[in-house]
């Protein structure tokens, strides 16, 4: 299907001179720049903008602005946004620009101060960055850093409430003091109420430790963090602590696959499949009580053979557990970290190639950007959680006296308020 008139250029021309902008060119080229992203985006639709048409796929949702930097001056483009799937015009805008120059701005850092390896050597030259100075490298650092500060400040009671949140903690080598240490750098991310996930800060600190983990939330609630219904995570006591200290009131999720692995290291080798499928076979229930009930004879089998087990699995039902308060359409999303993990590779991605990072600004920088620019490609997306199974999670069970009485966030907020 071809989008009949993209561009009157007579009509544009006139339209340009009568008003005599004092930047022309500019102006034009913005226009026409912004009609053909239109006319791209009908053809993802499969129809004109504002036109019904049977072969439609989608609608179209508004725009989202990006800035475009060009000879003749910045221009905003209006990339139009559709109510499913995505649409990104690669032709003319590239994704995790940000990412890719804190990266460059990173190796660069590591190269001039005198730390790289030969595969650092290999790398610095296969980005073409021989010929960056330090003055070039502090101001390009210097505008990252701005861009990074600003995302890991920004408010977050303005897409709140965050129904469900995930946390997790990724470890790094440090040069700090004339030699190399460990530290640790603490993600979340969290779903925001209009169903689409957001990095919701990061930090970086010397280890995985419950203080640091209470600063880190303290730091999202201070922002507007507010309406958490359910946190996931493993089972690192510091951060169970956090999210007790600083959500009153939120439910945690233990991660199901974590708890596997913990499971596995107490369970006799032999005894290992058969406690695994009947694991297995509590997930795979349709509904609570069913979940439940399986969960019963799991412990049941296990209690006869190995009473141990039988504990362990004891001891973690009800926050292994917790998935079966919320709708069974999300159950998958909500149970394990496995889509904070996939976070995770991509940041790994990017800091493998350094390595060893300088000091713990670097770290910041470059992480800061890929969630920056994850959070962009989120926001872009598709939701990951529909509107309707959302309003239903947040529903909350408010027990009074003598009934019982259910209630939205919006009835009454203070009940949500973390």
């Known amino acids: 299907m071809t989008a009949p008139h993209i ?55 508004g725009y989202r602005h990006r800035e475009l930097d060009t000879r003749v001056g910045t221009l905003d483009v209006a990339v139009p946004k559709l109510r499913s799937g995505t649409y990104f015009p690669h032709w003319l805008l590239e994704r995790r620009k940000r990412a890719e120059a804190a990266l460059i701005t990173v190796i660069a850092d590591c190269y001039l101060a005198g730390v790289s390896t030969r595969r650092m050597d290999k790398l610095v030259k296969t980005l073409g960055i021989d010929g960056l100075s330090k003055s070039q490298v502090s101001r390009m650092a210097a505008e990252l850093d701005e861009q990074v500060k600003a995302f890991r400040h920004r408010p977050l009671d303005e897409s709140g409430p965050f129904t469900f949140v995930a946390a997790d903690a990724l470890s790094m080598k440090v040069r700090e003091g004339g030699r190399v240490i460990g530290a640790v750098v603490l993600v979340a991310t969290g779903v925001n109420n209009d169903g689409h996930r957001e990095c919701l800060g990061m930090q970086v600190a010397t280890s995985e430790t419950a203080a640091a983990w209470n600063t880190f939330f303290a730091d999202l609630v201070a922002r507007g963090l507010t309406g958490v219904r359910l946190v996931t995570s493993d089972a690192h006591r510091g951060l169970t602590e956090a999210i007790a ?67 362990h699995l004891a001891g973690a039902r009800e926050d292994l557990l ?75 069970l408010v027990t009074t006296s003598p009934d019982h009485q259910e209630v939205t966030p919006t009835d009454h907020p203070d009940t949500l308020t973390a």
């Open 322 to 396: 917790a998935f079966t308060s919320f709708p069974k359409e999300i159950w998958r999303q909500i149970w394990s970290n496995n889509p904070q993990e996939r976070l995770n590779r991509e940041i790994r991605r990017r800091t493998d190639a350094v390595s060893i990072f300088p000091n713990r600004a670097a770290v910041t920088r470059l992480v800061g950007a890929v969630l920056a620019e994850q959070t962009d490609e989120w926001l872009e997306g598709r939701r990951y959680l529909g509107l309707d199974v959302l309003r239903r999670s947040q529903l909350l």
């Open 245 to 311: 200290a600083n959500l009153p009131g939120t439910s945690w999720q233990r991660c199901r696959t974590h708890y596997a692995a913990n499971l596995m290291s107490a369970c006799p080798k032999t005894a290992w499949p058969a406690v695994k499928a009947g694991l297995h076979a509590v997930y795979d229930q349709p509904d609570a009580a069913s979940v439940n009930a399986q969960f019963d004879r799991l412990l049941e089998q296990t209690s006869e053979r190995w009473p141990d087990l039988a504990d």
């Open 7 to 61: 561009v009157d250029p007579a009509g544009l021309l006139s339209h340009a001179l009568s008003e005599a902008s004092p930047d022309l060119m500019r102006d034009l080229l913005q226009n026409t720049i912004n009609m053909l992203l239109s006319a791209d985006a009908d053809l993802v639709a499969g129809a004109e903008y504002g036109r019904p048409a049977p072969d439609r796929t989608t609608q179209r949702n």
